[in-house]
């Protein structure tokens, strides 16, 4: 397989499936039950301007720069209008990501390795650049009468240089399908993350993504999709 930062520079995104994503991660997969387990634990997204009641969330902020990986105190997360239509242009304020899973050794070993991906798909001069970093755990639910929707602002960009998304779990879901495309709008691919560790790396200052709404496949149980997206945004 190429490398995961020749396949980003060839067409602005790579997926991995969760057996190479498993290799890449090293010995701190073997802590992964632990970490998937932490999904059990997310409190409401009540923010969200369509009135939905379908997503959970917890958030942290991380500073990386040539001593390491800090985690910065706890703030709201906020984005532009321009890149989020629905629930941009406001301090939205989650539960912050308890400090057993910003200290994870997934989390961990991610953003150090992360920073290296993006640090070579975005030049910073003859330095790595320092990095603004904002993790999210989501978990997106369906019902018999509520659709799911990963991403309801629709195709979109996130506003940073680099954006990763991981699949955690996915119990009776239909649909939920990543879309990737250029600026012109041309589908560049799609796939669907469906097993654990599947992950796609996307260099958001060349394209647009967007996930499919997800509905359950059993309607008499709920759909749960739980995924991880970090982003890393250059601050030199």
């Known amino acids: 397989m190429e490398p995961i930062e020749t396949l980003i520079r060839d067409t602005g995104f790579a997926f991995l499936p969760g057996v190479a994503m498993r ?139 680099g954006a990763f998304v991981m699949l955690i779990n996915r119990e009776n879901v239909s649909s939920g399908v990543t879309q990737v495309f250029d600026r012109n709008g041309v589908s560049l691919g799609h796939f669907t993350l469906s097993d654990a560790g599947d992950a796609v790396f996307l260099d958001d200052a060349r394209v647009f993504h967007g996930v499919t709404p997800i509905v359950p496949i059993d309607l008499l149980a709920k759909a749960i999709r739980d995924v991880l997206v970090i982003t890393f945004t250059k601050t030199f």
């Open 23 to 161: 290799q890449w991660l090293g010995r701190a997969w073997t802590a992964w039950g632990q970490f998937a387990d932490s999904w059990n634990d997310l409190g409401e997204d009540r923010h969200m301007a369509d009135g939905g009641r379908y997503r959970r969330r917890r958030y942290a902020v991380f500073d990386v720069t040539v001593d390491g990986v800090v985690r910065a105190p706890h703030r709201p997360h906020f984005q532009p209008t321009t890149y989020n239509r629905l629930n941009g242009g406001i301090d939205r304020w989650f539960d912050p990501v308890t400090p057993e899973i910003g200290e994870h050794p997934i989390v961990q070993t991610l953003i150090h390795q992360l920073a290296q991906v993006f640090g070579a798909i975005v030049p910073a001069g003859a330095s790595r650049p320092h990095w603004h970093v904002e993790l999210h755990q989501f978990r997106v639910e369906a019902c018999a009468d509520t659709i799911g929707l990963p991403t309801p602002e629709g195709i979109h960009r996130d506003g940073v240089d």
